[in-house]
């Protein structure tokens, strides 16, 4: 495969230039790795944050660099960064990895992918506006200019996001929803419906069940397109921004490396993809043994899971022990829409049982736990439950002791305890044995 051993026998590349490629290139040094690190990038400019992409799309005039954000330098860790030199292909190989580029082959001992994800955009959608890298933002704020109509398909995380900021600067903005509540399928409509009120409180008109048909671009090229919707109405925006969700870049992979239908690469809990192939953040699902499946898809897995899988890939390139399992963290989702702070650990499943904790619409905030009630039980009168995920919303103080909470998996809890927002929630976990 390749055609100078010496030179790749200590070497690894690593494929996308966003935190988590970033993070990967960060641990690979941190860990004591000195041999040769390649970056592989596709947007021509250097590692950056994306969350502020929609938070902060009025307030910032540049990305937010990771050299600034981070303190993570890949010019310096990394001995070859290329911003744009997509991968185009993978071969994997008894002795090393070959990387196809536009320019050329890149020839290592292992491989990172840390592609990342891509918008959805469904077929005739093209008129549609889209937030996913810097350039979408600095095109998306040039256009949404006081007393622009903006018309958002999707209330999901971004679609949520951008609707509250773009309100806040003077639009006039509605979004339109298939589903019956926002982030149903990430948060279940028990605990979504709670969410609806706040777009009429911050002034965005949200019109929920209503399925997008197709998006007709205006023909006086000034950028605006009309929604067509299955209930035979239709809106037009100066702006359509498609916010109904994001795949794993990895279509270049397909035939090479095991994936779902959505194109996530399958992992083990480190993010063992294939050997010598290793994968970190949205374009890759770990199956582990706390929280079965997790998809990546969100910021704390690309900042946290290069760390564990740096120590997998040198353990198993030196044929040394299988090194420390990496450091535990629950999945966990922030988010800040519509004058809301929310905080999602866990993954939550449909079958769940939801009790809240506090009330919806309460100064005060409120959190919804997500309880397995399979594995629930009847002691000393006390109901107890398995708590497998929660969402905090504006409860800054419960979002550290959560985190600490998840960390060694998922705890019983005794639910009336768990309940009482009066009490800490760790008070309401049963001690194992
Ligand atoms: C607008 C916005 C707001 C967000 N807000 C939140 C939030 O509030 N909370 C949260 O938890 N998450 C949020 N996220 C998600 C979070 O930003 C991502 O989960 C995180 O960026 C994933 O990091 P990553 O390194 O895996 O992928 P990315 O950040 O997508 O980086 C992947 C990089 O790889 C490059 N690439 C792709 N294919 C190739 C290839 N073949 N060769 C070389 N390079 C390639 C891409 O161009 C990209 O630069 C948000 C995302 C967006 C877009």
Redesign the pocket.
């Known amino acids: 495969m390749t055609s100078d051993r010496e030179e790749s026998l200590r070497s690894v590349v690593v ?7 970033a993070q990967t290139v960060a641990a690979l040094r941190a860990q004591g790795f000195d041999g040769r690190v390649t970056l ?4 021509g400019r250097p590692p950056y ?3 502020p ?3 902060e799309l009025f307030e910032r005039d540049a990305p937010a660099d990771l050299v600034h954000e981070m303190g993570i330098d890949v010019r310096a860790l990394a001995d070859d960064v290329r911003a744009t ?4 292909a993978l071969e994997v190989g008894p002795d090393g990895v070959s990387v196809a580029t536009s320019s050329g082959t890149v020839e290592a001992d292992a491989v990172v992918l ?4 891509r918008p959805v955009v469904p077929p005739g959608w093209e008129h549609a506006s889209l ?3 810097w350039d979408d933002a600095a095109r998306l704020r040039a256009r949404l200019t006081p007393g622009t109509r903006l018309v958002s398909v999707g209330a999901g ?2 679609g949520a ?1 951008v609707a509250g900021v773009a309100t806040k600067a003077g639009c006039e903005v509605v979004v339109v929803e298939a589903l019956d509540v926002p982030l149903e399928r990430q948060l279940g409509a028990d605990v979504g419906q709670h969410l609806a009120p706040w777009y009429a409180g911050a002034g965005v008109e949200l019109r929920l069940g209503e399925a997008v048909t197709a998006i007709r671009g205006d023909d006086d090229g000034a950028g605006g397109a009309t929604v067509e919707l299955a209930s035979g109405a239709a809106l037009h925006g100066d702006v359509v921004l498609a916010a109904v969700g ?1 795949r794993p ?1 990895t279509d ?1 992979l397909r035939g090479t490396l095991p994936m779902d239908a959505r194109g996530s690469l399958a992992g083990d809990a480190v993010g063992r993809v294939a050997p010598r192939v290793y994968a ?4 890759v699902t770990r199956h582990g043994t706390v929280y079965g499946d997790v998809p ?7 900042l946290h899971d290069p760390e564990g899988t740096v120590r997998a890939l040198l353990a198993d390139l030196s044929a040394g022990a299988a090194g420390d399992p990496a450091p535990g963290h629950a999945p ?5 829409q519509l004058g809301h702070d929310l905080a999602l650990f866990g993954t939550p499943s449909p079958f769940d049982e939801v009790v809240l904790r506090g009330l919806p619409g309460h100064d005060d905030g409120w959190a919804a736990l997500y309880l397995d009630d399979d594995d629930e039980e009847v002691r000393d009168g006390r109901r107890l439950a398995r708590l497998r995920a929660v969402l905090v919303v504006d409860r800054h103080r419960e979002v550290g002791a959560l985190r600490r909470l998840l960390r060694a998996g998922l705890p019983l809890v005794d639910v009336a305890a768990a309940a009482d927002v009066t009490r800490p929630l760790k008070d309401a976990v049963v001690p194992v044995g």
């Open positions: 494929v996308g230039g966003g935190l988590g490629g592989l990038g596709a947007e944050d994306r969350p992409l929609s938070k030199d997509p991968a185009r840390a592609v990342g994800s937030l996913h890298t995380w971004i996001e994001a870049a270049w970190v953040g949205d374009c990546g898809g969100h910021w704390s897995a690309a966990y989702v922030f988010s800040q």
